[in-house]
């Protein structure tokens, strides 16, 4: 099994890039790659640019990335209620890549952190409404509030016991679908 970890945010300190890939790593016998944003950066998407030039390679790229995942996990930051601007930008030019949708129909586990009480409940129920009109199979959503307690950052775990395992049982369901959809 192929996990696409991908982290919604072009942030060298990412919050969500730490719980994406500690929620990769739970996967056995996977082969795993977490999405750094920053090679992907392109051009504010603006449909002159589009006809003027097509849609960039960088796009492209990412899309091969995801159409070779038999699974994706998504951590977004929430800026002001919704996603950052650095993944809005990819999003919205894989999204005019001909004959695609974004995602792909691929199993994806949704995921958010923050600092603060919501754990982005905010960019959750965004993504969460938009994506299936973009090819997004969301198997389960993950939140965990108040990073900075929640999260220890020396070990990259989570140190909250109830947040940890609510977190891994998600991950046995979506392991076990993607189990049944490779047979």
């Keep these: ?65 995801i159409d070779a995942a038999n699974l994706l996990l998504v951590s977004l930051p929430e800026h002001n209620g919704t996603y950052s601007t650095a993944f809005k930008n990819v999003f919205d030019w894989v999204s005019r890549i001909k004959d695609r949708t974004v995602w792909n129909e691929i199993p994806m586990l949704l995921m958010s952190t923050s600092p603060g009480g919501r754990g982005g409940a905010g960019v959750l129920e965004a993504a969460s409404k938009r994506f299936p009109f973009h090819g997004g199979n969301i198997v389960e959503t993950f939140s965990l509030p108040f990073f900075n307690d929640n999260f220890d950052k020396a070990a990259q775990t989570i140190s909250n016991e109830e947040k940890n395992n609510e977190l891994k049982e998600k991950i046995k369901k979506i392991a076990a679908i993607e189990t049944i959809l490779e047979k």
């Design 1 to 65: 099994m192929k996990v696409l970890a991908i982290a919604g945010s072009n942030s060298d300190a990412s919050m969500n890039r730490q719980l994406v890939a500690y929620a990769s790593s739970l996967f056995n016998n996977a082969e795993v790659e977490v999405v750094d944003l920053n090679p992907f950066e392109m051009p504010i998407y603006k449909h002159e640019r589009e006809l003027a030039g097509g849609v960039p390679q960088q796009a492209h790229d990412f899309a091969a990335k």
